[in-house]
Every structure is written in structure tokens, then in C-alpha cells.
């Protein structure tokens, strides 16, 4: 088992930055990927972004070039950095973690965080 625990979350204006962090514990060598996703109230959980722990890497089209995701392998930690938030990055932000990118690209990953709020002010 693997608990994730994030952390990093809160209130920004538009424009600003905001670092989200999610550290694994439990039988963290079973993990390869992980991911973020984020949901706003009645819509459906979407894909933000995903790497692997060798690199490769996929983001979410109204996010590229504005948010990096990374790894700290060492540390199993993810990290998310926001850049240029927009009102609409509004969500419950879930850090997760698979032992496989693809489970985590296509919304089946093993784990899953308690989610963070991110809110973005206009």
C-alpha cells in the first residue's frame, strides 16, 4: 500500500504561482508515475498532468507551458508548479501515484490523495 499526501494548495490572484507537493509512503518501489488531477464541483475529474520516474512526461492542453510537473525520485515526491493561473484552474487538485504512466494517464491509477483546493481569484 501507498499513502500520498499532498500538500501546497491555497488562495492566488490571477496571474500568480502556486507549488503543489505530494510525498509517497508505504511500498513506494512499486511506483513508476505519478499524476495530478483536479475537479471542480459537477463535473468530471480531469487529467492535469503525468511523468514517469524516468522522465517522460504529459500535460493537459489548457495547461502546457503554464504548469511543470517533477519528480523528486530520492524523496518520492511529485511536485506541480503553476504558473500564470487563470480562474478557471479553480479545482480540488488529487495527486496520484501507479505503477504504470498509462494507468495514470487513463484515470486508473492504484492510488490516490485526499485533494487539495486550489482557488484562483479574478
Known amino acids: 500500500q501507498v499513502q500520498l499526501v499532498e500538500s501546497g494548495g491555497g488562495l492566488v490572484q490571477a496571474g500568480g504561482s502556486l507549488r503543489l507537493s505530494c510525498a509517497a509512503f508505504?511500498?513506494?518501489?512499486?511506483?513508476?508515475?505519478f499524476g495530478w488531477y483536479r475537479q471542480v464541483p459537477g463535473k468530471q475529474r480531469e487529467l492535469v498532468a503525468g511523468?514517469?520516474?524516468?522522465?517522460?512526461?504529459h500535460y493537459e492542453d489548457s495547461v502546457k507551458g503554464r504548469f511543470n510537473i517533477s519528480t523528486d525520485n530520492a524523496a518520492n515526491t511529485v511536485y506541480m508548479l503553476m504558473n500564470s493561473l487563470k480562474p478557471e484552474d479553480t479545482a480540488v487538485y488529487y495527486c496520484?501515484?501507479?505503477?504504470?504512466?498509462?494507468?495514470?494517464?487513463?484515470?486508473?491509477?492504484?492510488?490516490w490523495g485526499q485533494g487539495t483546493q486550489v482557488t484562483v481569484s479574478s
Open positions: 508505504g511500498d513506494t518501489e512499486s511506483i513508476n508515475a
Open positions: 511523468m514517469s520516474r524516468i522522465g517522460a512526461t
Open positions: 496520484t501515484a501507479a505503477r504504470l504512466l498509462n494507468t495514470v494517464l487513463f484515470g486508473t491509477p492504484n492510488y
